[in-house]
């Protein structure tokens, strides 16, 4: 069963560079929320895309962008990185008429 | 702020015992929740949903109970494992099925062999 996949698994960045994760939504569904996850804290949303485009986004700065391919899969990105940005990126498929999600395991992304 | 939020945020509970995971929720609007579990290094997985029309939900050894009166949520675990050990998160969904998920810090389950 093909669930969610993220990339990398793990990552280290340095203050002020670029990231990219990278997500492949379960089969079957059309829709990718992200969602960022910092220790000891629930997710946090941060943008949903259908057909290619940002349909909600939640209370995140422009440094925080992101793009949907035709294939359903779905990239985030992060300018600029800040050191409170380590956290755990959490990647969530969906049906845009459905009620259920289903996460991937996470990128673990550190900035020092 | 969060709407959604955890009364203990620490359950240390004996092998076989049953566990009782408490939720508040604050949006009356939100018409869905669901409870994930959540082990060290791995995504949120689902365990149960209720939808807002309902007060009741029972799975395989858990159990969702909803009081929209007072806006609660609350997860029962029945005679609980080992395995159950992990962070449990509540959310909830605004919008119809639009909203996107809002989620509380989440509790911690302890089980003690």
């Known amino acids: 069963d093909a669930g969610v996949t993220q990339s990398p698994t793990h990552l280290i960045k340095t203050r002020g560079q670029q990231v990219t994760l990278r997500c492949s939504p379960k089969?079957?569904?059309?829709?990718v929320s992200w969602y960022q996850q910092a220790l000891g804290q629930g997710p946090q949303f941060i943008f949903q895309?259908?057909?290619?485009?940002?349909?909600q986004r939640g209370n995140f700065p422009d440094r925080f962008s992101g793009h949907q391919f035709p294939n359903y899969s779905s990239e985030l990105n992060v300018n600029a990185l800040l050191l409170g940005d380590s956290a755990l990126y959490l990647c969530?498929?969906?049906?845009?008429?459905?009620?259920?999600?289903?996460f991937g395991s996470g990128t673990r992304l550190t900035v020092v | 702020g969060e709407s959604v939020g955890l009364h203990l945020p620490t359950l240390s509970v004996q092998e076989g015992d049953n566990s009782i995971i408490n939720c508040a929720y604050s949006?009356?609007?939100?018409?869905?929740f669901i409870w994930y579990k959540q082990e060290s290094g791995k995504g949120p997985q689902f365990i149960i949903d209720?939808?807002?029309?309902?007060d009741k939900r029972q799975g395989q050894r858990v159990t969702v109970l909803l009081n929209k009166t007072v806006k609660h949520l609350s997860l029962q675990i029945a005679a609980t494992q080992p395995g159950d050990s992990a962070v449990y998160f509540c959310?909830?969904?605004?919008?119809?099925?639009?909203?996107?998920?809002?989620f509380g810090k989440g509790t911690k389950l302890s089980v003690k062999p």
């Open positions: 969530a498929s969906s049906l845009v008429q459905g009620y259920g999600y289903t």
């Open positions: 089969s079957g569904h059309d829709t």
């Open positions: 959310a909830e969904k605004l919008g119809g099925s639009q909203g996107n998920l809002i």
């Open positions: 949006n009356s609007a939100s018409d869905y």
């Open positions: 209720i939808r807002s029309n309902m």
């Open positions: 895309y259908y057909e290619e485009e940002e349909r």
